[in-house]
Each structure stands twice: as C-alpha cells, then as structure tokens.
C-alpha cells in the first residue's frame, strides 16, 4: 500500500443517484481498445449492473457521467466509451485529448487484441501525455479456460508501461466498482495534493489545452 488506509478507498466511495449534487471535480475517463473487447459491457455493468449476451458495436463514441462522493468530495466521473473499429479511430483521438485517464481493454482470449494494446497506448500517449492514471484491463476473465494471455504477461507489459493491471469480467461483475473507484479515489488525491484548475473545462472546450500543465505523479505499484 502507498498510502495509509489506501485498502479503505472502496468502503469510503459512494455511488450518488442524483445527476445534480454539486461537484468538486468532473474527471474524464476515456476507455479504448479493440473491437468486441467489452469496452461497452464494462460502462453499463459500472452504470446499470446490468450486462447483454448480445453484441451491438459501438458507431463512434457514447459516454456516460456517474457521480461519485469519496468522503466530502463530490466528483462527476465522465466516462467515455469509444468505438474499437478502425473506422473510428480518429474520432477517438478528440476524446483522447480530454481524458484526466485512460482505461486499455482487452479480452484475455483474444490474443490479437493484446497485441494491438500497444498501437492504442501509442495513439493515446502521443495525443495526451497529461493523463493521470492509466490502467490495463484483462476482460473476460470468467473465460479462464478459453484464455490466450497469461495474466503474467499482461502484468509484465503493464509494469513496464507504468499502468495498473486488472482483470474483469462485466459479464460476473469482478473488480468493476473497484476499477472505477481506484480511478476516482486516486484522481481525488492526487487533485486535493495539487491545483484543480477550475477553468479546466473551458480550457479544454475552447482548444487551448496547451496550457493546462499537469504534472504525472510519482507511479507506483497498483495495489488493487
Ligand atoms: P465495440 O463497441 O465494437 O468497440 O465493442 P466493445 O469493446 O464495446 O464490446 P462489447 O461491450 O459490445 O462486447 C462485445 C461482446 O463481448 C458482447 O457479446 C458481450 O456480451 C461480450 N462480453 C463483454 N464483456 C464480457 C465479459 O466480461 N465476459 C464475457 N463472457 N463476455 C463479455
């Protein structure tokens, strides 16, 4: 743990009903990865606890605002869930530039989509390289007997890229509260150690995202 009571985070977030609780921080969190990976599946487990058998690939990019309090802190959580297919990327990359984190899915039996894991951190670094909290997700992990990708070999790719490694599956509902609440948890944190810049989102409407300086934290190991 790098930080007492660090194990506390997902007793002390809350999930908040009302769309209209008045925020101290909006974070953007944008998810990426191939196509049929789960990216969706995640989002509306997160959101619904709910999950579809049935496949309907993302056209573009949808998002979804949950609000979250972590002690007195209020934050709204903008998740942005983009489509896998090719087609789509360069629509991606606009919400690459917003994003406070990134969430790289791929399916632990899909080999190819572990491979191109690279090609979307690529993309998504060369866009945003202020982004603060960066995780990889092995999805479908209820499929253990169908996996390709050793969970070593994901935890080794992740360590050496700097980002937190999870496995999940939206379909039985692991570590997709935690996923989401570590990310706010350790926004919250690390916004209350340094400045929020309240005019943040005009900034970033308004194209002149150059100017926000963020720091990136000391990386440290995950302890989810
Ligand atoms: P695009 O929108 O095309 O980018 O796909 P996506 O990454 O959003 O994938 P989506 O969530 O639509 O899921 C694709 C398929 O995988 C669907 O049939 C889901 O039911 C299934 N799926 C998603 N997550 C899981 C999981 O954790 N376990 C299992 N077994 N199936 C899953």
Known sequence: ??????????????KLEEYSSKH???????LLGDS???????????CDNSFKENYNSTLGVDFRIVTLKYKDVISKIN??????QERFKSLAVNYMHHSH???????????????????WINLSFDTN???IINFLIGNKCDKDSDRKVQQDEAEQFAKERNLYYLET???????????????TY????YYDKNDYYEEFDNLFNSGHSEEIKIQRPNQSKCSC
């Open 1 to 14: 743990m790098e930080e007492d009571n660090e194990e506390d985070y997902l007793n002390l977030i809350e």
């Open 169 to 183: 599956s939206a379909k039985n509902d692991e570590n997709i509260q935690k996923l989401f609440y570590y990310i």
């Open 129 to 131: 390289k202020n982004s």
């Open 186 to 189: 350790k926004l919250i944190k």
């Open 101 to 119: 984190g990134f969430i790289f899915v791929f399916d632990i039996t899909n080999k190819e989509s572990f491979e191109n894991i690279i090609n």
């Open 24 to 30: 101290k921080y909006l974070f953007r969190i944008c």
């Open 79 to 84: 998740i942005w869930d983009t489509a896998g």
């Open 36 to 46: 049929g990976v789960g990216k969706t599946s995640v989002l509306t487990r997160f």
